[in-house]
């Protein structure tokens, strides 16, 4: 009794509970090892990813760089003269600091050969930057004595990189060894790392380098010539920046360094170029890639320095393993209850169930506190049975709201349809589950980038739900968007560079600008790849086979080298329009792609060969210009003093030639000269020179005239006769006849006694002498020219002086009408210091043709209205009229009305007694402008007389619309009034023209009584001359009128 009782009081019903504890808590911990495990891996990915974004990034924004300088370097191979201000002008097109973060600055450092030192800083000095200045204080620092240099010369930006322009690079042994790399091996090189001089803090920095080389000219034999590197400045600490502040490198801690050369087996010591500032010493996860830029091997050590895992993702293990834990309890008291007592099953199964529901509570924490979205669904409408928090966040709805939704509400529609279709093959068995990308709506309409996976709920078999993870990458797709504008970017820029570029990948042709469809004429769809357009471009097969292999051959090089580059190949392709270019093809190898550049050297051929022909000849005529016309003039002259024979230059000008390109226009002067300059050629043998000297001005130089001046002196005016004679034919021009006329001006000379330069100026002279002449004839130059010309330069010089010196006087010639003197004609005389009274006859041509007939007709003005107004005032000078002689060019100043009437309100006179004379053929020039001008003083009460009538061209309709006062017959026809009859029915026919128009008709130049009296007879009444008086000072010309007055 008392061992059944024993027996009793021992627990044995613990032991089924023990068993299950055990197993239960063996279970838990291997659920919580397990997802320990899991949520490690999970923290790894995560980690490795970001890290490997970080590398990927890096190597992108690496080539850029590389694509950058490439585009550089193919600017500068193609102009390697260009200007410091072009190259700041596309540097800073680029935008360094928004596309290419990190950049310091591009800068071209220039080889210098140490005896050009001077020469190129003399030579940058003067070549101003973008904003016009000039970099007066160019020099190269620091000092010293090198056999050659490598100096910053172009820089781009300046701001912030003070003290690089000129820096010889020896001072920096990284930077210089990199540069002597970039020129031995021709390609991208990378710099190991250095201290940037303009950085106060984070100063440690990279070059990368590409050499620029100037390939020899056409036709010349031998290596290129190296003239520099394009290259970027980097400075690591805003490398790693700016790719953190894209999103990259989260939570991470980074270490970089240089270990030397990657062509090298054994890394150098490493040297250091980035570590972050929060570090840990040792960490269970750490991450280490090698990356490859210009020619270096950069070593990229990753730690995190954040957990990978959010707080619940980190206590989920735990709560596995507790909930496990649990579980065996609940399992191990409700064995050991159902063992101990079997009637209290139902209360051990409600507690049961509480346990239960308390477990599947804090599993749904779980689920709500996941850090990714969770959405179970129906599969057959599409309608959110439940969610987690996260999910709801996602999208900014409630649950509430998510219930009463379907799942394509707030799918966005353009990506709806694969998903259903994902769905169906799903459902259908075909999958056992899918994954995608897809765009959501949030509430506020905005949009969200997720990453969804699906997989099945299968209940009893059938797949009546679906799971669905959410993860939101909107982000990354963010990131991504702003890569592919930085890509587009680059892309525009290569689409404007001058130099056609194509990238190959695959045997495909991926890209091609602008440039590139230009110079071949075929596009993506006629040539898509590099088979096609090769036989497209050389449809001969054994020309297209020899290039291929050239270009095989340099591609094939361009592996073995470190940084990639092409070298250059030459070739002429075929373009669409059949025309055939000579190319240079170079390029660069990118991974499993390359980039071609394609130079058109036959435009460079072209134009240098243009540059050349207008360097020497006229555009407009085809002849020789000046600069090829002195070198033949030299030459002749060389010829002349070796052989001691005489040659000759021609100076000819076109007369008139400047009436007809005012009134008929540009266009037609261009094209009178392009006719004479054919007629010329046909006048001129063709082993002479013919040059045209300027406007319209042309030169033939004539170089072997015979050992005798006379007999070189007559084949010299044979020529120049036949040339008047060919020029004197009318010229056809669109069926209008246009005639002109030459004045030429001979200089004979005999070895090298007279410049090229005199020569010309003596021709000239003698030119002019023809032009004095009377135009359509020659002349020969002889001493007596010069003496004449000196003469008139000193006589021209005391007549400036005369001006200011108040040396011209106005003399006046009595008007008589009838017996009665009624106004005066104001002649300007100058009182000469030395010489006396000078002939306006000698002083009034070389004002017109100094230009200081302005000076002297406005001196003129203003003083005869002073004399006008003097005169108002008294009873009988008041009426007088006074008559001003205008000159053409003074007339046809637009400034002449306004100083007309300037000159009556400075004096205060009355314009009814002024009086203008005008000539003929000034009126001719500009009929409008001469009548508005008229019209205009008329109406202020100025009158105009017509001077010389009779000697020029008028015509009866030109008369009639001239607002004149009086006609003028020339002292000419009066002299031999009685004499020769044809004078006299001249004179006759004015007066009765003059009458006819209602004009006063004035005769000058009456020196006989009986002149006066056939004059009178004939009807005109009204004279001046030396019948009455000689022109008068203005005291004795008072005198005069007062005294015939009776006064």
């Known amino acids: 009794m008392q061992t059944s009782n024993a027996q009793r009081s021992f627990p044995w019903h613990w032991l089924p509970g023990a068993a299950v504890a055990l197993a239960g808590c063996a279970a838990s911990y291997a659920l919580y090892h397990q997802q320990q495990s899991s949520m490690q891996a999970i923290a790894r990915v995560r980690f490795e990813q970001e890290a490997r974004l970080f590398v990927e990034t890096l190597q992108r924004r690496m080539e850029s760089h590389a694509v950058l300088l490439q585009g550089m370097r193919g600017l500068l191979t193609v102009n390697p003269q260009l200007r410091r201000a072009d190259f700041e ?57 090198l056999p050659d240099y490598f100096v910053v010369d172009y820089l781009w930006p300046q701001g912030g990189n003070s003290g690089l322009q000129g820096l010889e690079i020896h001072s920096q042994p990284a930077n210089l060894e990199a540069m002597r790399r970039a020129r031995d091996t021709g390609g991208l090189v990378a710099s190991a790392p250095f201290e940037l001089h303009q950085e106060t803090e984070h100063r440690t920095g990279v070059i990368i380098r590409m050499p620029v080389f100037a390939e020899p000219a056409a036709g010349q034999a031998g290596p290129a010539r190296f003239l520099g ?46 570590e972050s500032e929060t570090r840990v010493g040792t960490s269970a996860m750490e991450y280490e890639q090698s990356v490859r830029v210009g020619g270096r091997r950069w070593s990229l050590q990753f730690q995190p320095v954040v957990p990978f895992l959010s707080p619940q993702e980190s206590r989920l293990p735990w709560l596995l393993g507790s909930g496990g834990l649990l579980v065996t309890a609940l399992l191990t008291a409700l064995v050991s209850m159902l063992v101990l007592r079997r009637s209290q099953a139902l209360d051990h199964a409600k507690e049961t169930d509480t346990a239960l529901r308390e477990s599947e509570a804090r599993l749904r924490a779980v689920f709500n506190q996941a850090a990714v979205g969770i959405a179970q ?17 996602l999208l900014g709805y409630s649950a509430q709201e998510l219930q009463q939704m379907r799942f394509q509400d707030f799918s966005e529609p353009s990506d709806l349809a694969a998903d259903l279709e994902q769905l169906q093959r799903m459902l259908a068995g075909e ?221 000819l000008d076109l007369d008139n030639f400047k009436t007809i390109n005012e009134t008929q226009g540009p266009d037609m002067g261009d094209r009178l000269l392009r006719e004479v300059a054919r007629r010329l050629r046909d006048c001129v043998p063709e082993d002479e020179t013919l040059a045209r000297h300027g406007g319209d001005e042309f030169v033939v130089v004539l170089k072997d005239l015979g050992a005798d001046p006379q007999e070189a002196a007559n084949r010299a005016e044979e020529m120049g006769q ?81 001006l200011d010196a108040g040396q011209l006087e106005l003399f006046y010639q009595p008007k008589v009408d009838q017996g009665r003197i009624t106004g005066a004609e104001a002649l300007v005389r100058w009182r000469h210091p030395d010489r006396g009274f000078i002939s306006p006859a000698e002083f009034i041509p070389l004002a017109e043709e100094s230009g200081l007939i302005l000076r002297v ?71 409008e402008d001469t009548i508005a001008k008229m019209v205009q003083l008329r109406g202020y009460g100025v009158g105009f007389s017509l001077d010389d009538f009779g000697t020029g061209y008028s015509s009866l309709a030109y008369l009639k619309r001239l607002p004149l006062h009086e006609l003028k017959i020339d002292k000419s026809f009066v002299r031999d009034v009685l004499t020769d009859p044809n004078d006299a029915v001249i004179a006759r026919t004015i007066v009765a023209l003059g009458t006819s128009l209602g004009l006063r008709v004035v005769a000058e130049g009456v020196e006989t009584e009986a002149q006066r009296a056939f004059l009178e007879r004939n009807g005109c009444h009204a004279w001046q001359g030396y019948l009455l008086s000689p022109p008068l000072q203005a005291a004795a010309f008072e005198a005069l009128v007062l005294k015939r007055a009776g006064v």
């Open 89 to 145: 002008r596309v540097a800073r097109e680029l935008d360094l600091q928004h596309y290419h973060p990190g950049v310091k600055n591009i800068n071209f450092t220039r080889y210098v050969p140490g005896p050009r030192r001077a020469a190129f800083e003399e030579q940058a000095r003067s070549d101003p930057h973008l904003d016009g200045d000039l970099p007066r204080d160019f020099a190269i620092h620091p000092q010293a004595v």
């Open 229 to 274: 590197a394009v290259g970027v400045s980097l400075r690591i600490y805003d490398i790693v920046h700016a790719v953190r502040t894209a999103g990259n490198m989260q939570g991470l801690a980074l270490r970089m360094a240089d270990v030397g050369p990657f062509s090298s087996e054994e890394p150098a010591p490493p040297q250091s170029l980035f």
């Open 377 to 393: 669904t129906d599969s057959r409408t599409g309608r959110l049975v439940r969610m987690n928090q996260k999910f709801c966040d």
């Open 431 to 651: 999958l056992s589950e899918y994954r995608m990308e897809k765009r959501y709506r949030r509430k506020d309409g905005s949009e969200v980038w997720v990453d969804l996976m699906v997989s099945p709920l299968r209940l009893e078999g059938q797949p009546e739900h679906h799971l669905a993870v959410v993860q939101d990458i909107s982000k990354r797709k963010h990131m991504e968007q702003v890569l592919r504008q930085s890509e587009e970017h680059l892309r525009n820029i290569l689409n404007h560079m001058p130099v056609g570029v194509n990238q190959v990948q695959d045997g495909k042709i991926v890209f091609r600008n602008d440039r590139h469809v230009q110079i071949c004429g075929y596009d993506i769809r006629e040539a898509p790849d590099v088979d096609t357009w090769w036989r497209l471009v050389m449809p001969d097969a054994r020309q297209r086979e020899h290039a291929r292999e050239a270009w095989h051959a340099a591609c094939t090089a361009a592996l073995k080298n470190p940084d990639g580059a092409i070298r250059t190949v030459e070739c002429v392709i075929t373009a669409k329009s059949g025309v055939r270019r000579a190319v240079e093809l170079s390029g660069m190898i990118l991974g499993d792609s390359h980039i071609v550049t394609m130079v058109d050297q036959s435009q460079r051929k072209a134009a240098e060969e243009e540059v050349r022909y207008l360097a020497y000849n006229d555009p407009l005529t085809g002849l020789p210009n000046r600069r090829l016309l002195l070198d033949r003039l030299e030459q002749a002259l060389a010829m002349s003093a070796r052989h001691q024979l005489c040659g000759a230059v021609m100076m």
């Open 722 to 802: 036949t040339i008047l004679a060919a020029i004197r034919a009318p010229f056809d021009i669109d069926g209008q006849q246009h005639h002109t006329a030459l004045s030429v001006g001979i200089a004979i000379f005999r070895g090298v006694r007279e410049s090229a330069d005199e020569l010309l100026k003596r021709s000239d002279l003698a030119m002019y002498e023809a032009k004095a002449a009377g135009r359509d004839t020659l002349r020969f130059f002889d001493p007596q020219m010069q003496a004449a010309v000196s003469e008139r330069a000193a006589l021209e010089a005391d007549l400036r002086a005369g």
């Open 857 to 927: 007709g406005e001196w003129v003005m203003r003083s005869a209205c002073a004399q006008l107004a003097q005169w108002s005032a008294h009873p009988v000078l008041g009426e007088l009229t006074v008559a001003v002689n205008v000159s053409p060019r003074q007339f046809h100043e637009g400034s002449f009305v306004p100083q007309v009437l300037e000159a009556l309100a400075a004096s205060g006179a009355d314009a009814r007694r002024l009086r203008l004379e005008l000539t003929e053929g000034m009126l001719l020039q500009d009929v």
